[in-house]
């Protein structure tokens, strides 16, 4: 696909997820019904949730488009790789500033030793070394393979993580959606998460395939100057 | 050279210099009786009782101290382009690793040892009725520390941020030993039937497994030029 076509695709999914958010918060302000235990604060689920599957979607990408790039050396993946985790660094943001706004008054407290917490602010700073040692080679070509690595590791790591964290303790809400016996939500509870879920996803693959667009310029931009140079 | 006498050639080369310089060891053992002493006075023992905390310290004790000489594995090989040499051998890049891997385990658990020694003295602690699962414990959680440690000390030394970057790394990636080594630590001592920390030691060990394999697969796209 050529830069072109890929900012038009970026754009057109882009501004999508963007209206699909407007949509999700019209949703939430004047068409869900309000849960009934927690009152009001429970809306930011619609925003929090989505975020966080996007999250970890986006360090499926990273990890998968990593062991692909040590596996065939194709600039192309390390590049998806790394407009994934750039885009996968922001969602994991929104969730660590969502939860602890909702954590305070449902929970009483911005932070706690929580599983779902914890595994996602380390999922933050394995984010944060992937891009420290992309950054810090020399040789760009190692950092890409030095990022790779941490990617792979960092997947595979992530299940345990998740296991040793939930085994030390939970109070996070259990699952209301994917449940052996059927969601127990409210329909359009149901409906605006589901809405969310897609909006977010679409505006990730959006800003994905801009920033990817913008890598494969700025790649060949160097090419080029190192070309001019010589 | 068979496999295995290739990894024993790069186990027995790295020990020797250890043994020679004793830079690493030294360090790493000096820390974890230091850091005893100012745990000691960290604190106050009218309101804590060290053996309630002992296992968390121990296990804290022997990752920053490892890190102190894990981060340096490959230093000493940096210069003169000796590290080059051990690359273009014949042993291939996963011997290179795991062999690197158990020359770390070897100093880290004579750390780790100490480290308990030390705890036990210094606060007058039982060591419980099972030393030898205690031992185990240590071994498994030492195990997976090295492979990760090794693995991503490679990498930070071939970054201009060096040791630095090598916590930033690891940490998050060492929760689970944390988790489960301290939890299983902190039964030992306390003399809580064997059953408790069959899990634990399960998990440890998925760990160390991890850690060596990811390790032994990943390293040759690390040292790669």
Known sequence: MTIEKLRRWGLALASLGVLGILVLHALVFFWVPTEASQGIIYAIVYVHAPSAWVAFLAFGIVALASALYLWLGDEKVDQAAVCAAEGGMIFTTVVLLTGPLWGKIAWGTYWTWEPRLTLTLLLWFIYLGYFLVRSSTENPERGKRF??????????????IHLSVLWFRSLHPGPVVMKPEGATMDPRMLTTLMLGLLSFTLLFFGVFALRYALETATRAAAVRARAART | ????????????????????????IVAMLAFAVLAGVLFNYSLDRTIVRPQDVAAGLVWMTIVFGGLL????????????????????????????????????????????LLVVAVFMLFFNL???????????????????????????????????????????LIFPLLVPMIIYGVSATARLLADRPVSEIAGNLRMLGAFATLGVGAGAVLFRYVVEE
């Open chain 1, 147 to 160: 990022a790779a690595v941490v990617g792979i590791v960092g997947a595979l790591d992530i299940p345990l």
């Open chain 2, 1 to 24: 050279m068979s496999y295995l006498s290739q990894i024993y050639a790069i186990v027995w080369k790295d020990l020797l210099l250890e043994l020679r310089t004793r830079e690493r």
């Open chain 2, 126 to 168: 039982e060591l419980g009725s099972n030393p030898g699962l205690l031992a185990l414990t240590l071994a498994l959680g030492a195990l997976g520390f090295v492979a990760l440690g090794t693995l991503f000390s490679a990498v930070s030394s071939g970054t201009h941020m060096g040791e630095t970057l090598l916590p930033i």
């Open chain 2, 69 to 112: 000489g894990i981060g340096r594995t490959f230093h000493l090989e940096a210069q003169d382009g000796a590290f080059q040499g051990v690359l273009t051998s014949p042993a291939p890049k996963d011997a290179v690793f795991l062999g690197k891997t158990a020359a770390n385990f070897v100093l880290l658990y004579i750390v780790a």
